[in-house]
Nanobody, 123 residues
């Protein structure tokens, strides 16, 4: 069974950077994604990366600023976040889609979730 643990959240000023990590244990042949939930809003897709790392997709709101990567040897996924703005303030979750063979942006396709890590961007 897959377990996910996020780390790396914190507070940063607008324009700054943070790197989130997601450590994976259990079934590691999964597509992994990052999602976020801002106060009073629904959880939304941020980025996804396939197990092979060949495929990755981003939400339009983070394209060019965020970079998703994974190191399967370390069972860890990363989200490098640059040029942060106040709209990026949210709890960030990593998630695993354990059904092999797809790279999906749909929240409902992910069956394992981490506990979340909070990112706060101040102006």
């Amino acid at each position: 069974q897959v377990q996910l643990v996020e780390s790396g959240g914190g507070s940063v000023q607008a324009g700054g950077s943070l790197r989130l990590s997601c450590t994976v244990s259990g079934h590691t042949y999964s597509t992994l994604g990052w999602f976020r939930q801002a106060p009073g809003k629904e959880r939304e897709f941020v980025a996804v990366i396939s197990w092979s790392t060949i495929l990755s997709y981003y939400a339009d709101s983070v394209k060019g600023r965020f970079a998703i990567s994974r190191d399967n040897a370390k069972n860890t996924m990363y989200l490098q976040m640059d040029s942060l703005n106040v709209e990026d303030t949210a709890v960030y979750y990593c998630a695993a889609d354990t059904k092999i063979g797809r790279t999906t942006q749909n929240l409902s396709d992910y069956d394992v979730w981490g506990q979340g890590t909070r990112v706060t961007v101040s102006s």
